[in-house]
């Protein structure tokens, strides 16, 4: 199996739970052996039952591996905000909130917010710069232009059509 699960069968063998999930984020982000922020000693760091945290081996100082992430003041569980990355990584036209309401079971409002968040974190890990340029907002969409084909052998409705696109 590859590092990233492809099916919604590895996709929940991988992430079971939220511990797992938590777990993750926390290699991801740090793994065990980081130096602690405040003693700077590399540490073995030990869960925190209470809250979305890891404490110090040495110093008990407290890391949040979802501070400074869109999962960062969400109630909403991390399997689920894994789960719609999932489905925005792995889904050839994107994802609407209204799917991700009914796959998530979560509130259209809730579902708008995260995929909002989703698309904008990962505008930023792509390093894309804007069309618009910083603050500015682009249209942009495309239609097929081109004669009506019939008959037989009429083939497939695309053909000896042009794409036209465009962008305010």
């Given at each position: 199996?590859?590092?990233?699960?492809?099916?919604?069968?590895?996709?929940?063998?991988?992430?079971?739970?939220?511990?797992?999930c938590l777990n993750h984020l926390f290699d991801v982000r740090f793994g065990q052996g980081?130096?602690?922020?405040?003693?700077?000693?590399?540490?073995?760091?030990?869960?925190?039952?209470?809250?979305?945290?890891?404490?110090?081996?040495?110093?008990?100082?407290?890391?949040?591996?979802?501070?400074?992430?869109?999962?960062?003041?969400?109630?909403?569980?991390?399997?689920?905000?894994?789960?719609?990355?999932?489905?925005?990584?792995?889904?050839?036209?994107?994802?609407?909130?209204?799917?991700?309401?009914?796959?998530?079971?979560?509130?259209?409002?809730?579902?708008?917010?995260?995929?909002?968040?989703?698309?904008?974190?990962?505008?930023?890990?792509?390093?894309?710069?804007?069309?618009?340029?910083?603050?500015?907002?682009?249209?942009?969409?495309?239609?097929?232009?081109?004669?009506?084909?019939?008959?037989?052998?009429?083939?497939?409705?695309?053909?000896?059509?042009?794409?036209?696109?465009?962008?305010?």
């Amino acid at each position: 199996m590859s590092n990233k699960p492809q099916t919604i069968a590895q996709f929940f063998k991988r992430f079971p739970s939220e511990e797992a999930c938590l777990n993750h984020l926390f290699d991801v982000r740090f793994g065990q052996g980081f130096e602690c922020p405040r003693c700077e000693r590399a540490s073995k760091w030990f869960r925190i039952k209470a809250e979305r945290a890891y404490s110090c081996q040495w110093c008990g100082h407290h890391l949040h591996p979802t501070v400074g992430t869109p999962f960062e003041k969400t109630r909403t569980p991390l399997q689920s905000w894994f789960y719609a990355i999932f489905l925005f990584t792995t889904t050839r036209n994107g994802v609407a909130a209204k799917e991700l309401q009914r796959q998530l079971g979560v509130t259209y409002k809730t579902a708008w917010r995260m995929a909002d968040l989703i698309r904008k974190h990962m505008g930023d890990v792509d390093g894309d710069v804007l069309i618009g340029g910083e603050g500015k907002e682009v249209e942009i969409d495309e239609t097929l232009i081109g004669g009506k084909r019939t008959g037989v052998g009429a083939g497939n409705y695309r053909d000896n059509k042009t794409v036209l696109l465009g962008m305010v």
